[in-house]
Nanobody
Framework: QVQLVESGGGLVQAGGSLRLSCAAS????????MGWYRRAPGEQRELVARITNGGKTTYADSVKGRFTISRDNPKSPVYLEMNTLKPEDTAVYYC??????????WGQGTQVTVSS
């Protein structure tokens, strides 16, 4: 079992920055990738960014060049640095972890609100 705890959401003006963090505990050796999804009201869930244990990153087109996902090592928290935020980035952001056995874990979600 892997437990994920997120922090760092909040309210920010357009053009501002926020950093989300997600700490994993439990069977962290079973994780092979971590990342973030988001869900805006009335919208489908969207993959924002993902990073593998080897450091390979994937980003949604909508956040490329503005968001950076990072993780020092497989035992470290994963961070999402969000810059030049836009109102359309407003959503609940969920941390996730993919396991080697193809199961996954989710965090409780953290609200990000960008005002115009």
């Amino acid at each position: 079992q892997v437990q994920l705890v997120e922090s760092g959401g909040g309210l920010v003006q357009a053009g501002g920055s926020l950093r989300l963090s997600c700490a994993a505990s439990g069977s962290i050796f079973s994780i092979n990738a971590m990342g973030w999804y988001r869900r805006a009201p009335g919208e489908q869930r969207e993959l924002v960014a993902r990073i593998t244990n080897g450091g390979k990153t994937t980003y949604a087109d909508s956040v490329k060049g503005r968001f950076t996902i990072s993780r020092d090592n497989p035992k470290s928290p994963v961070y999402l640095e969000m810059n030049t935020l836009k109102p359309e980035d407003t959503a609940v952001y969920y941390c996730f972890a993919n396991m080697w056995d193809r199961t996954g874990s989710w965090g409780q979600g953290t609200q990000v609100t960008v005002s115009s």
